[in-house]
């Protein structure tokens, strides 16, 4: 453990901020993010330009929503019903002290993931990052990241539609589930079934995996890829399948 | 938000190749370290034939009596049954996702099964040397020059990137002895660790 060796290197005054990360995160504090996250992450963040429309009319990182910091409170309405989705403010410097206030406004509206970017907008622009100039969005517009192989939900509905010869749509729900109704074509192998049956699977076809949430589909696609040679696919969405009818694709 | 439906001619095509019921097996039995992950073995080591997964909990499906560990790259699915004990977290369902885990494992042709998992515990720390969120607020409300203290995240370097302290600076600790330059030269002077939280 790290305060241990700075002991035995000599030092005498180690204390160690055991909470750590998640503690001070929660209380509302600033935690910083580095422009190379936000790079990784674009297209998949609320990425919120505090300077004003003004100010980011004449550049701002690109994806960014210009809102004015004043008046943050006000635009409470138009952040994500998803709580978890990562937020990142940002204004020239954004010095931590002056956003303090922002961060611990949203965390009280239930957010947990909330950044400020550090160095702001002139780090950003130092880094030689992805700018954009003249309009600016100022409506909040998010999208989680997808998890690797995912399938949209307009494309899973075209598998089911259309049902390609060169797709397979597997069905992970158990058994009782599966009693209720399965999509035409499908297959069910119930996922705590499917690593002993992964030998009636074709190598030929895309498996495209589907379960109730997308959580058991999401395993289900983990056992498929580890096992190799197979191609698959999974919808991380919600559908119900019920006799006839099915529902599906919320995301 | 977009809800569509469908009206659909059941179809009960309850897997008829079910029947044959062939058997996949198992992948890198031979090869028993494939389940532990690098950034575990930097600081652990186990013994070779200890069946082990050491990776970060991933998720937990009732439904399918199943839990996902990542290892590295790879997701690796494990069954578990009501038997199965759970040490540091009341039941399975309360390990918190990213949760460093060490499960036993059992091959079977069906897979992977597990009797035990165990969450990483939380460090035995003197009170006195522990800060509090409010300690530590104050602390960085100074900053590391006025507060003359030195402020190191101990956690791998892409979580720093992804979000850190202000006053910060990175050390991942399976890098501490190559980082040693990073602590102050006056070894009296205030040295604060931080992490994931209790690791």
Known sequence: MAARKAEKLGYTNVKVFHAGVPA??????????????VEQMMGYLVLLDLRGVEAAKKAHIQGAVALDLKNLEKEKVQFPIDRKAPIILYTDKSDWKELQPAVKMITSWGYSRIRVLEGGFEGWLA???????????????????????EISGDEFMNVVKVRPADKLILDVRNKEEALEGVLEGAINIPLDSLQGRLAELPKDKEIIIHCETGLRAEMSYHIIRNAGGYKARFLNDKIAVKGKEFFCCYK | MKTRWLTYGVGFFVS???????????????????????????????????????GDFQSYSRLAGLITVKVGPKVQTVKYNPQTKVENAPTLRDIPIEAAVKVYYEEKPDGLHTDKVVVKPKIKFPENQILSVEEM???????????????LDSRPAYRFQEERLPGAVNQPFPNFDKLTNLLPQDKNQLVIFYCQGFT
């Not at chain 1, 030689?128 to 409506?139: A, H, L, M, S």
């Not at chain 2, 600081?43 to 200890?50: I, R, T, V």
């Not at chain 2, 607020?137 to 402020?151: I, R």
């Open chain 1, 24 to 37: 001070w995160g929660e209380t509302g504090n600033v935690l910083y993010t580095d422009g190379a996250f």
């Open chain 2, 137 to 151: 607020k104050k602390l960085v409300d100074l900053g590391p020059e006025k507060g003359k203290f030195t402020l």
């Open chain 2, 16 to 54: 008829a190749a079910g029947l044959f019921c062939l058997y996949g097996g198992t992948q890198a039995a031979s090869d028993v370290t494939a389940f532990r992950a690098p950034n575990c073995v930097n600081c652990h080591s186990y013994p070779a034939e200890q069946k082990l997964i050491l």
């Open chain 1, 127 to 149: 880094k030689n990052r992805p700018v954009q100039k003249g309009d600016v969005r100022t409506t909040i517009f998010y999208i989680p990241r997808p998890h690797p192989g």
